[in-house]
């Protein structure tokens, strides 16, 4: 099956799919994005993905290209046109297509574009599995990380000194050793008495949706929940750590830096929150 994209009100191929040059998502990174996960053909945990695009719209004062109440639907349909039952779909919304000048224009309509696609769920589980790596980088990424910008580059840095060090992630790091977050995840540490630590919400890092749903799932199950910062050496002398984001789900982090985390195998709590979120993204048991 060719995959298919939205583009404005179409539907087309992939490989054919395009935008104006003069787009300002391209030329400018004025533009958001969100990244959901599909679960038996889903998506998953839709209206606080939703909640955040409302967000991350305002905060550069990029009109909704269709309603709120429509964009569901399309969602749902470029699903369905890309037959992805395991997976994930992108969307992106530029403030459109203008003349070339930095300020916002007069009169521009915002440009949508969406695409899906599978995601073995074994990736996933594989994750959970053996655990993954972690590296930390400083932080040199803007002021308004709260914001679901397109504007990535920091983040494809960071990542690519973690693909070269061998490591799934990067933990970016302040000036004083406090992790912010990942290249694409909010990070998580486990104390000695099994409380799960992640840093508060504020303008410095995205308010993950899974991250959200991770601190509703823990509290649940009576696993208390520490939102404050919390340094990169503490992290490495952690019980445990983890990962968080719409792809992986929960990832235990087994190693940061080269240093074993707890006995160096993913720990029980991360463990158990992972089996807790894929309970509530709709995965079979024994997926």
Not at 1 to 30: C, N, P, T, W
Request: aromatic letters at 6%; glycine letters at 8%; a positive charge.
């Amino acid at each position: 099956m060719s995959r298919v994209a939205y583009v404005d009100g179409r539907y087309l191929r992939h490989d054919k799919a395009s935008i104006h040059i003069e787009d300002r998502g391209y030329q400018f990174a004025d533009g958001v994005y969100e990244v959901l996960a599909v679960v038996g053909g889903a998506l998953v945990d839709v209206a606080d993905h939703l909640k955040r695009l409302d967000r991350s719209l305002a905060a550069l004062a990029i009109a909704w290209p269709v309603s709120e109440r429509v964009l569901p639907l399309l969602m749902r349909e470029v699903v369905r046109r890309n037959g992805v039952t395991e997976g994930m779909l992108y969307l992106q919304i530029s403030r459109g297509v203008a003349r070339r000048e930095h300020a916002f224009p007069a009169r521009a309509a915002p440009t949508l574009v969406m695409t899906a696609r599978a995601v073995p769920p074994a990736r996933r589980a594989a994750l959970v599995a053996t655990g993954v790596k972690v590296v930390s980088l400083p932080d040199i990424r803007w002021s308004r990380c709260d914001i679901k910008s397109v504007a990535l580059l920091p983040n494809v840095l960071a990542k690519q000194k973690a693909k070269e060090a061998g490591a799934y992630e990067a933990w970016m790091l302040e000036p004083n050793g406090t992790v912010t977050e990942g290249a694409s995840s909010n990070a998580w540490i486990v104390d000695a008495q099994g409380s799960v630590i992640t840093r508060p919400l504020g303008n410095d890092i995205l308010g993950g949706v899974t991250r959200l749903r991770v601190v509703d799932l823990a509290r649940e199950a009576q696993i208390k929940v520490i939102e404050r910062p919390f340094t990169i050496a503490e992290a490495k002398a952690a019980r445990e750590a983890f990962v968080t984001s719409t792809t992986a789900f929960v990832a235990p982090v087994v190693e940061i830096d080269g240093v074993a985390i707890g006995d160096g195998r993913p720990g029980a709590v991360a463990r158990k929150l992972a089996a807790l979120y894929e309970r509530h993204a709709g995965v079979p048991l024994g997926a």
